[in-house]
């Protein structure tokens, strides 16, 4: 059984977040090696102001209520959690050389690497998901 | 209430908290101690079984108080790596049939999620100061969880003057008979 978690965060919403971070430190406390790659849209997730911004899809703004009713922690604190656990972070080059974004405007601790760089992880990881 | 070495309060904390959490807390235990989790999360029932069983912990149960939820996980399910070595054994398929008093040596929390009725409980931990409790004269039938602890049980009870000493094998995970529950 593979002990890697590989992740692909393609997507910038505050949704998108909670699923790629709940999944990721979920794994990380079950004792699993967990990468994500932050690609495109995804890169929001840990750019260091984008993060506390995050937007819920149009016309679902009224469940801001329900996550402060179940004291569901913020993606600021889950970004830090999931590091704490040792969840990898990678950012991609391509993405940030299209953004015009260097390795400063994300949240320490991040590497920065290209598409192969994830696939060589990947490789043997199980599951690999993509949000 | 459960026994419990450590109590871990994760009420109010929505998935993932509860994991990470006793992630973080079971660490200060050492082997064999229990960890009771307090959460309000309904969905950490099944949460902590799942990962408790693939992290290699031993998921006891759970017992539901008005929102709380307590949770019980011993760490670590590997039974000490000692070769059996107390003689005097007796099936688990016996047991029923014989007389005298059927001594579990388990942790009270997993004593309190299924024990063999009548069974009497003292912790392996707690039994050399405890043997006044037991009668030399009778028959003591010792059982944990896979026969280890109960084998060494048995050898505590032997060097301490207890003559009429049986391990029972191979101990409560193959146990299929009526199950009393103390919660």
Redesign the interface.
């Given at each position: 059984m593979s002990n890697k978690v590989a992740i692909i965060a393609a997507n910038g919403g505050m949704f998108d977040a909670y699923k790629v971070f709940?999944i990721a430190?979920?794994a990380a406390?079950?004792?699993k090696e967990v990468e994500i790659f932050f690609t495109f849209e995804g890169l929001n997730l840990i750019h260091k102001q984008g993060m506390h911004a995050l937007e819920m899809p149009a016309g679902k703004e009224h469940f801001a209520e329900g996550f402060e009713k179940?004291?569901?922690?913020s993606i600021p604190q889950l970004v830090e959690?999931a590091q704490e656990?040792g969840v990898k972070f990678i950012a991609c080059q391509m993405t940030m050389d299209v953004m015009g974004l260097t390795k400063e405007d994300f949240v320490d601790g991040i590497e920065v690497g290209g598409a192969v760089t994830f696939l060589e992880y990947a490789k043997d990881a199980a599951p690999t998901l993509t949000f | 209430m459960i026994q419990a070495n450590h109590q871990l309060d994760a009420k109010g904390l929505a998935c993932p908290m509860p994991i990470v959490k006793t992630k973080k807390a079971i660490t200060d235990l050492v082997e064999g101690q229990v960890l009771e989790v307090q959460a309000t999360d309904k969905g950490s029932k099944a949460d902590l079984a799942a990962w408790a069983n693939t992290v290699g912990h031993q998921y006891l149960g759970t017992v539901e108080e008005g929102d709380v939820l307590y949770h019980y996980i011993r760490k670590g399910s590997n039974e000490p790596e000692v070769e059996k070595s107390f003689e005097h054994t007796v099936p688990l398929e016996a047991i029923e049939s014989r007389k005298g008093l059927i001594l579990d040596v388990r942790e009270a929390a997993e004593y309190a999620f299924g024990h063999i009725e009548g069974a009497k409980s003292i912790p392996m931990g707690e039994l050399e100061s405890r043997l006044e409790e037991l009668d030399k004269e009778k028959e003591i039938y010792v059982i944990c969880r896979t026969g280890k602890r109960s084998d060494l049980a048995a050898q505590l009870l032997t060097k301490n003057g207890f003559s009429k000493v049986y391990n029972v094998l191979p101990g409560m995970t193959e146990w299929d008979g009526k199950i009393t529950k103390d919660i």
């Open positions: 709940n430190t979920a406390a079950s004792e179940a004291n569901v922690p959690m656990l | -």
